[in-house]
């Protein structure tokens, strides 16, 4: 299945029409440190492109999670609860944040093929 990547570190993978999963790219944890908690939105939560849908603290740091696409959550991973480091060891598998009903199939257009965002990391370290 291929990804999708936002400019802040979130990868989009679709799962059907109109269902994506969502978390936050290996570069980003590695940045992070060691997770210690994450907080996600809630199941039926309206979400909104670019706009906060929670939050990752780690060792170091708490972070926004900004939303890559609109929509509506229709699962959280709920394993993230007693086990925040699965975004450290798995981020881009079982460490998966949420999974949401997309609104807006356009907004995909916004999203960097996994080649553009390998170069958006490396320009970033410039």
Same mark, same amino acid.
């Given at each position: ?70 929509? +509506?959550?229709? /699962? ?8 925040? *480091? ?5 981020? !881009? %598998? &079982? @460490? ?5 009903? +997309?609104?807006? /199939? ?8 996994? *080649? ?5 990391? !490396? %320009? &970033? @370290?410039?």
């Amino acid at each position: 299945m291929s990804k999708w990547f936002s400019e802040e570190h979130e990868w989009v993978e679709m799962l059907n029409d109109d269902i994506v999963r969502i978390g936050i790219t290996d570069y980003a944890q590695q940045e992070l440190g060691d997770i210690v908690f994450v907080e996600s939105p809630e199941v039926d939560d309206s979400i909104t492109s670019n706009e906060s849908m929670g939050t990752i603290e780690s060792v170091k740091t708490v972070s926004d999670i900004y939303a890559p696409l609109s929509g +509506i959550v229709v /699962r959280v991973n709920e394993k993230l609860e007693d086990e925040p *480091e699965l975004v450290n060891t798995n981020s !881009e %598998d &079982e @460490g998966w944040l949420i999974e949401m009903k +997309i609104t807006d /199939r356009e907004e995909l257009n916004d999203l960097l093929d996994e *080649e553009t965002y390998k170069k958006h990391i !490396e %320009d &970033e @370290g410039d």
